[in-house]
């Protein structure tokens, strides 16, 4: 599928790393370097702009290796960039660690995966389907 993408930036378009990968790295694109102090979140930018078909949406991702050893990720993981959005890609960061984390231009801050999705219409009734599991939630399954 090709997706048209406008550039200001000077670093190189998302690419995928392997055969494999399902994500490809946003780098931020930023004047002079940002620094997320523990705790604080941070709108960057990456230089890129993006027109989707209808049908899909791209969605920004933590990179799990930036989360792993730094503490950095994305704040509404996965964030939603719909197919009529025309502005810049920006990444929410936070820092969920203990030391400030300084992003550089160029940076790889993210992964952008695109996906297809449904559209729904609601049909609203008195009641819903019982199934075995019923209303339980949140930790009933059981630990392991």
Same mark, same amino acid.
């Given at each position: 599928?090709?997706?048209e993408i406008v550039s200001s930036? !000077?670093?190189?378009?998302p690419a995928y790393a392997t055969v494999g990968a399902s994500g490809m $790295?946003?780098? /931020?694109?930023i004047e002079t370097p940002i620094t997320?102090?523990? @705790?604080q979140r941070v @709108?960057? =930018?990456? =230089? @890129? /702009?993006?027109?989707l078909p209808v049908g899909y949406e791209a969605q920004v991702r933590s990179r799990s290796g930036l989360t792993f050893k730094q503490g950095i990720m994305v704040l509404n993981s996965p964030g939603t960039i719909d197919s009529d959005y025309r502005g810049e890609i920006k990444v929410l960061l936070m820092n969920l660690s203990d030391q400030p984390f300084v992003v550089?231009? =160029? $940076?790889r801050i993210a992964q952008l995966v695109v996906a297809e999705y449904v559209s729904v219409?609601? !049909?609203e009734v008195p009641a819903l389907e019982e199934t075995a599991r019923g209303a339980q939630g949140h930790g009933s399954t059981g630990i392991a």
């Open positions: 599928m090709k997706i930036s !000077h670093h190189p378009l $790295d946003l780098r /931020a694109y997320i102090m523990p @705790l @709108l960057v =930018g990456t =230089g @890129l /702009a993006i027109s550089q231009n =160029g $940076d219409q609601w !049909h």
